[in-house]
């Protein structure tokens, strides 16, 4: 243990113990939160298909050429393990399904098997960390027209009701192999770029495609199934079929978990304020932390007010056990693997702050109704020295603090990626 680390830890820890909150209670709290990191960060959403996977179709787009990014299987894995090394506490790997083991060979997404993704649950456990699943409806020339599970073209719904069947077998059967419970999201692109006029047509069509999909009933204990919708994305800004309001009422109705991607929304709406009117409804939240800058754009989380805001309103209604949280965002700007590791530690230093908040102390104000105290103690703790803690957690979990981690990317960088 560094020693001027321990003592401004001992230091921070005197300043939280007078308002009641014990420091050490709250990191052993934290090391146990799983958080689920996406792969796709790692090879800006390219996957491993024979084919590879094409631009068009589904609006997805990594922007950037930095050097260095994965190519293959083994490079993806060498980097995550890397990114894992830099990020304390639990962590689960979110998969696509276009990251099969493929070996080279031309698998559709209709006919994907448990088969090709063995190989990462033998990584995984090496890892001792669990997996998450997410269907790929995108990048497919069977996307080109904007739907998929809501597509009028019965071939074509067809195909993808397939897809994330396929899906959900893969996601019970990596669930049933760690012992841990895969969290299974399902995204879709569809929708128009202009006036829709059959809007009606296409959420019956999709209710339909999600029912059919939904027949067969997995064990919680391995996995869950998620719904993510979006406000509006490339392709598709005039109307979304996957509404918040289609998935929630879905939800809701066949008790599902809704996903909350921080990046899908309007930018004025705060995801935060969302939370706890949901609990009291709905079976849980999968959380994707992205960060918007004007529109979905999937940018590298940092620690925002509105990020903090959102675990604060996770711990204060008590509510981890209903909250699965995961990453998604892809910057090819960037060195990858620094990109990775600033989301990830943004999301835990969040929780952290949410974790060391007096909230009885707050309560209290706000019972007695002396809403000045409240404010003003909220804005108390935003000085608080949660760096000091912060730098002990890293050190007592044998990952680098904020002094030392970007040195040991760059040196990542030199050895390893620059040579591809």
Do not use: C
């Given at each position: 243990?560094?020693?001027?680390?321990k003592e401004a830890y001992e230091l921070a820890r005197k300043q939280y113990t007078k308002y009641?909150?014990?420091?050490?209670?709250?990191?052993?709290?934290?090391k146990d939160i799983p958080i689920s990191i996406h792969c796709w960060q790692g090879d800006d959403v390219g996957g491993f298909e024979s084919h590879g996977a094409i631009l068009s179709?589904?609006?997805?787009?990594?922007t950037g050429s930095y050097p260095g990014k994965a190519r293959n299987i083994d490079e993806l894995r060498l980097d995550i393990k890397k990114a894992f090394s830099l990020i304390p506490g639990k962590k689960k790997l979110n998969l696509h399904a276009i990251y099969g083991d493929f070996k080279g060979k031309a698998v559709n997404r209709n006919e994907i098997l448990p088969e090709h993704f063995s190989s990462w649950i033998d990584w995984a456990k090496k890892l001792n960390v669990g997996i998450d699943f997410n269907s790929t409806l995108f990048s497919h020339p069977l996307a080109i027209s904007g739907y998929t599970?809501?597509?009028k073209d019965e071939k074509v719904r067809r195909f993808w009701i397939e897809h994330v069947k396929k899906c959900r077998e893969i996601s019970n059967y990596i669930g049933r192999e760690l012992k841990i419970p895969c969290i299974m999201n399902i995204w879709i692109p569809d929708g128009s770029k202009d006036l829709t006029v059959s809007r009606l047509e296409h959420r019956e069509i999709l209710r339909k495609s999600l029912d059919e999909i939904f027949t067969v009933d997995y064990p919680?204990?391995?996995?869950l199934d998620a719904l993510e919708c979006k406000l509006f994305g490339i392709g598709s800004e005039s109307y979304v079929v996957g509404s918040h309001e289609f998935y929630l009422s879905y939800a809701v109705k066949k008790d599902k978990l809704i996903t909350f991607d921080t990046g899908h929304y309007h930018p004025t709406e705060i995801v935060s304020d969302k939370l706890s009117a949901l609990f009291p409804f709905i079976r849980g939240i999968l959380l994707h932390i992205s960060r918007g800058v004007r529109w979905d754009s999937d940018h590298v989380p940092i620690l925002t007010e509105e990020l903090i805001a959102i675990m604060a309103e996770i711990i204060r209604a008590d509510a981890l056990s209903k909250v699965y949280i995961a990453t998604d965002f892809f910057d090819g700007s960037i060195n990858r693997i620094g990109a990775w590791v600033i989301g990830a530690r943004a999301v835990l230093k969040s929780l952290l702050i949410a974790l060391l908040e007096p909230t009885h102390i707050l309560?209290?104000?706000e019972e007695s109704d002396n809403l000045f105290a409240r404010l003003g103690f909220l804005e108390t703790l935003k000085s608080m020295p949660f760096g000091a803690i912060w730098n002990y957690y890293c050190d007592s979990m044998g990952v680098p603090n904020d002094m030392e981690w970007i040195d040991e990317v760059l040196k990542y960088e030199k050895e390893v990626t620059s040579k591809r």
């Open positions: 243990m560094n020693t001027k680390i009641g909150i014990d420091t050490d209670y709250v990191l052993s709290k934290l179709g589904g609006g997805i787009l990594s599970l809501s597509s919680e204990d391995n996995m309560k209290s104000y």
